[in-house]
Structure formats: structure tokens, C-alpha cells
């Protein structure tokens, strides 16, 4: 034997204690084997794996950074102060762009322009005011005879439904007068939170909430006043960081920025009032560094 080499000593089981021992071969090791279990690694790597996986993103809060480590807060009180003095300068006195002479034409009109321009409403409902001037007239008709009268702003069945439904409905229920609270207005068919704001705040002059349409979703994700995609969500952002007497105003002057400027696909940056405090991903100009997020 060579000097300082020591033999390998078997056990006494003729096996390395700890080693799996395969049946045919525990059966030729004999009753006395070692049977310790041992787990399969690819079973803990799958583990070590799972756990490491991120959560779901369901269960992660999706709500605006107030602040971000370069110490940028998209929701500082003078950045939305610098906001909000702007979109006043540029779109001073903005008003409803839905022509209404009443709360009855105002729901009416809000209810139509659901997946239809303001403009297209507005082609429409002078001749529908014209044919039926009051919230009875409405009541006493029948979906069917309404369709052809809004037919050409889209899903004019569900509309028409709606709006039958909601002046009958007003007639029964708030004695013919469009009720003035959020609660009520909700039990309305066809009335949802935008619509809802939209009455209270263009006719009664109240701020319940702040109306989310597709430009104030938009924008307000541009300019990172909120993270969540939601309309409720996004309101509820939004009622957080902007002061409560400029919830209407704010709403209009979004929307007519998006259709004046802050347009979906081609926004036109380097004409906006807004543009150096604007980190849209999705800019066509910048002069300042874009977030990735924020869009
Ligand atoms: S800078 Fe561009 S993306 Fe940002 S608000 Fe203005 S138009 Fe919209």
C-alpha cells in the first residue's frame, strides 16, 4: 500500500451511509439498508424558484409615486399648482362641450356621446330636442321609436333604452326633475360615475368627483397624476391631489387639451403649455428626460 493513502472503509451495510438506495438494490443490501429519503433537487431548485417569482400583480397597490428615488415627486403641491395655473391660462372659462339647454338635455347628451365625439352629439341632439322637448316626451316613448333619432352615434339600442328608461324613471321616482345627488342620479339606467359628474358638476355647479373620460385617462397618465388604468381608480387619484374646487374646471380643461394638442397617437409637444413638466413616454418633443411609466 502507498504511504499515507487510506483505504476507503466501506459501512457496514457494504454502502456509503446517506446514499439513496435504489429497491433492487436495497433488496440485495438486505432489511438493515438505509432508507433515509432524500428529496429530489430539482424539486428545491422549483421551489427556491416559486418563491422568488414576483407577486401577482393583482395583489400589488397600483397607486401614483408620490416620489421617486432622484427625488422627482410627479404630485408635489407646486408641480400641480404649476399644472393647474397653466391649463387656466390656456383654456380659460372652459365650459361643457355638449350643447344642453337644461339638466334633461345635458343627461341625454352625456349619455349619447358614450363612445361618440361631442361633435357628433351635437349634430344630433338639436333636431331630437327639437322633435321631443321635454323629459315626458321622452318617457312616453317607446326604445324602438328612439333608435332612428340617435342611430348614428353607435350602440344607439343600448342608448336608446337608457335614455327611455331614465326619463321614465325621473317621472316616477324624482317627480320629473333630474335629481341633484351622486346616489340618485346613479340609480339612473345607463348612468355610471362620468355621467353623474358630468350633471352635477356642468348644471347643478356641484363637485362630487372629477369626470373621467378617455382624455382625462389619457392625460392624467401622461403627466403622472395617476398609475392606474381604471376610471374609478384614476378619480379617485385625482379627487386625492387636486383641490376640490377645481375638479370640474380641471376635467374640461383636459379635455379640450386632449382634443386640442394632447391628442392620443401624434400629441403635439412641442406647442403644449405643459411640455417641460411633462414626462410622457409616448412625447413627439421633449426638453426634459422621459419616465417609462408614464403613459
Ligand atoms: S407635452 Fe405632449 S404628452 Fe405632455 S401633456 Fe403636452 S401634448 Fe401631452
Known amino acids: 500500500m502507498v504511504r499515507g493513502k487510506i483505504p476507503r472503509q466501506p459501512s457496514k451495510f457494504g454502502r456509503q451511509a446517506g446514499v439513496t438506495v435504489k429497491a433492487g438494490a436495497r433488496a440485495r443490501a438486505g432489511k438493515n439498508a438505509p432508507v433515509r429519503p432524500v428529496k429530489p433537487k430539482a424539486s428545491i431548485t422549483k421551489r427556491a424558484k416559486i418563491s422568488a417569482q414576483p407577486r401577482p400583480k393583482a395583489a400589488q397597490p397600483n397607486r401614483p409615486k408620490s416620489a421617486r428615488p432622484d427625488g422627482y415627486n410627479p404630485l408635489a403641491p407646486a408641480r400641480i399648482d404649476d399644472i393647474l395655473r397653466r391649463l387656466d391660462a390656456a ?15 345635458l343627461l341625454v347628451a352625456t349619455i349619447l356621446s358614450a363612445q361618440c365625439t361631442d361633435a357628433r352629439v351635437n349634430m344630433v341632439t338639436p333636431e331630437l330636442f327639437r322633435r321631443y322637448p321635454t323629459l315626458r316626451d321622452f318617457a312616453a316613448l317607446s326604445p324602438e321609436q328612439l333608435e332612428p333619432e340617435i342611430r348614428s352615434t353607435g350602440f344607439f339600442r343600448n342608448k336608446a333604452k337608457s335614455i327611455v328608461g331614465a326619463a321614465r324613471k325621473i317621472e316616477t321616482e324624482f317627480g320629473g326633475k333630474v335629481p341633484d345627488e351622486m346616489d340618485s342620479l346613479l340609480t339612473l339606467p345607463g348612468v355610471a360615475r362620468k355621467t353623474a359628474n358630468v350633471v ?3 348644471w347643478f355647479g356641484k363637485a362630487e368627483g372629477v369626470v373621467v373620460d378617455t382624455h382625462v385617462h389619457r392625460i392624467s397618465r401622461r403627466l403622472e397624476l395617476t398609475a392606474n388604468n381604471e376610471p374609478q381608480k384614476i378619480e379617485q387619484d385625482l379627487m386625492r391631489v387636486i383641490p376640490r374646487q377645481r375638479w370640474i374646471d380641471f376635467a374640461h380643461q383636459l379635455i379640450h387639451h386632449g382634443r386640442a394638442l394632447c391628442l392620443a397617437r401624434t400629441p403635439k409637444c412641442a406647442d403644449c403649455q405643459l411640455e417641460n413638466l411633462c414626462h410622457a413616454a409616448d412625447k413627439t418633443w421633449s426638453t426634459v428626460e422621459l419616465h417609462p411609466d408614464a403613459k
Not at 383654456?91 to 338635455?105: F, I, K, T
Open 200 to 202: 352635477l358638476g356642468s
Open 91 to 105: 383654456y380659460p372659462n372652459v365650459r361643457c362641450a355638449l350643447h344642453h339647454q337644461s339638466a334633461w338635455e
